[in-house]
């Protein structure tokens, strides 16, 4: 049976704060006017918010915290709750400890706040006790101020838009001259995103605003809204960059923008897709160095690059690469090319669309508008006596059967397919249609891949007391990790996000006369995987658990990438 929690005016008056008879009075008042004791006891006068908020922190068990007491307003870090979130719902964040979010709130009665804000943050909340008044106040101080100081360094869109807005009162916006604000405010935007190390900049129309985001490390971040007025000047010149068709707004588009940025050409390829705002323009950063990396810096440990190295280097046969969409699957096969690519090997490319250009290799687009398909691009390749062929990915039969006999002919190929690990690649190649026995006899290795954040060199810590749920979700114990295991701190260098760039976790699955026999067979996916751990693979969160004891990531951000491996 649950325990009965003692009421609040009983606290109250016997804390001596209140008398029994204002306890009394404030009921009455309360139940007739459907307001909460604690609120008509401050509007009464009987006792201050500080008090009433103390009594409900011991009515609930919970920790209260006076932000006036020296030192406590230190403990706040705004960076971990969006600031509309603060604003809207009074609440203010205190840090994270073992994969908790310590959240100060005002009413502890409000389960439908906690609900929404752990979905929306997707994060475990421990709440504590405050004042809704000192909540306010701390509010209206501290992120007034960050607001200027967001302003002065958002001046570069701010400025150019009022500027653009107070020549055009009378004329339409300029969107072509390289002296409008249009313009600049377009460039620079781009410009930016490129130095802040962003993949991918979207430009969302809403309903009364335009949302400008940046993708960096793999999660968007909120950088301006724009004003609902600019928006189709906007889209118009980012669409008049990429040369696409303005007058036309019922159909995706795709095209693409060159930049000079710091002295280098910047490729970005812009997708515009019709929503019920208007459009959504995505512009995706191409940087040439960054297929260049080196295999090493691709994040492969010792045996998985020994192996990767030997695979690459075979006459013939498939090696396919596997993950979800931005998972870094065409930096990999890329990186393995640029180490290929010598005068002594023909190389092409079938790829939809084109991404990086690359000297000395052949690179056909894909065209399916006039019937150049991937199918059509493989059987001419194939006339043309290559070594190594790659095609950007394995969609359908003809494709993955067309490929498969050029790696039966003495052909390396190279590929990728969407899987959610290397095991499943087989199952799905036959339920496209592929026969079997040609799965069995072409494939020599599947790789997966996901990307995961890397700590920042300059501000990650040890962590003494990482969150248990986590280490056994990565299959670690607190032994295992004491000393190794770092946590995400945060400082100018990483945007207060406590990571600075990406690398990936592999599970490399060779194939074996034993495995052959089961993808020949059908065999169940478990029997597959359980036949490749026997062989030597090491799964996506193994790989990731030697890089968390390695000091690279943290064991929450392994959960994250590969929860599903994690589960299992």
């Not at 002296?179 to 969302?204: F, G």
């Not at 960059?241 to 940025?261: F, W, Y």
């Not at 690179?363 to 062929?389: D, T, W, Y």
């Not at 006999?405 to 199952?427: E, K, M, R």
Request: include cysteine; glycine fraction near 8%.
């Amino acid at each position: 049976m649950a325990r009965s929690r003692t009421k609040l005016g009983d606290i109250l008056v016997s804390w001596r704060t209140i008398s029994k008879e204002q306890a009394e009075k404030a009921a009455a008042v309360a139940k007739g006017s459907g307001k909460r004791l604690g609120e008509v006891l401050t509007e009464l006068g009987f006792a201050s918010e500080e008090a009433v908020a103390k009594a409900l922190a011991n009515q609930f068990g919970m920790e209260y915290v006076d932000l006036s007491a020296h030192g406590a307003a230190n403990q706040i870090d705004t960076s971990l709750v969006p600031d509309d979130l603060i604003k809207k719902n009074l609440v203010l964040p205190l840090g994270k400890a073992n994969g908790k979010l310590k959240l100060l709130v005002h009413d502890p009665m409000d389960i439908e706040l906690m609900d929404k804000l752990r979905f929306r943050l997707n994060v475990e909340l421990e709440p504590k006790l405050a004042s809704r008044g000192q909540i306010r106040s701390y509010i209206e101080g501290t992120l007034k101020s960050k607001e200027r100081e967001v302003s002065a360094k958002e001046s570069l869109v701010s400025e150019s838009i009022d500027r653009s807005v107070d020549r055009s009162v009378d004329k339409s916006i300029d969107i072509a001259g390289e002296d409008a604000p249009i313009v600049r405010l377009c460039n620079r935007i781009l410009t930016e995103a490129v130095k802040m190390r962003a993949s991918d900049v979207h430009i969302e129309p809403m309903a009364d605003r335009v949302r400008l985001r940046y993708r960096i490390d793999g999660v968007c971040i909120e950088r301006d809204n724009l004003p609902k007025r600019m928006q189709n000047a906007v889209l118009s010149r980012f669409k008049l960059m990429a040369s696409m068709n303005i007058a036309e707004k019922r159909v995706p588009q795709d095209g693409r923008i060159k930049l000079g940025v710091d002295g280098t050409d910047i490729d970005f390829r812009v997708s515009a897709c019709p929503a019920y705002h208007g459009e959504s323009v995505v512009a995706r950063i191409l940087r040439p160095d960054s297929v260049r990396i080196g295999l090493v810096n691709l994040g492969f440990e010792e045996d998985n690059l020994a192996i990767f190295n030997r695979i690459i280097r075979r006459p013939n046969g498939i090696f396919l690469v596997t993950g979800p969409t931005g998972s870094g699957k065409t930096t990999t096969l890329y990186s393995a090319l640029d180490v290929l690519n010598k005068p002594d090997k023909k190389i092409i490319t079938a790829e939809d669309p084109v991404e990086y250009n690359f000297d000395g290799i052949n690179q056909c687009q894909v065209k399916e508008g006039i019937g150049l398909g991937f199918h059509e691009i493989l059987r001419s390749m194939l006339r043309q006596a290559p070594n190594i062929i790659l095609v950007g990915e394995i969609r359908d039969r003809e494709v993955g059967e067309i490929a498969i006999q050029a790696a039966l002919t003495g052909h390396l190929v190279f590929s990728t397919l969407h899987t959610n690990d290397a095991p499943s690649a087989i199952t799905r190649l036959v339920d496209m249609g592929i026969k079997p026995f040609l799965v069995a006899s072409s494939i020599q290795a599947i790789m997966a891949q996901r990307l995961i954040r890397i700590l920042c060199p300059k501000c990650k810590q040890v962590d003494p007391n990482p969150d248990p749920k986590f280490m056994s979700l990565i299959g670690l114990s607190a032994s295992d990790g004491a000393g190794k295991v770092h946590k995400a701190v945060g400082c100018e260098n990483c945007n207060r996000t406590g990571y600075r760039g990406r690398k990936a976790i592999f599970e490399m699955m060779l194939m074996n006369s034993q495995i052959r026999d089961l993808a020949f067979n059908l065999a169940p996916l478990p029997e597959v995987r359980k036949a490749a751990v026997a062989n030597g693979m090491r799964s996506l969160v193994e790989d990731g658990k030697l890089k968390v004891l390695a000091g690279v990531t943290t064991p929450d951000e392994i959960a994250r990438v590969a929860q599903v491996e994690a589960q299992d």
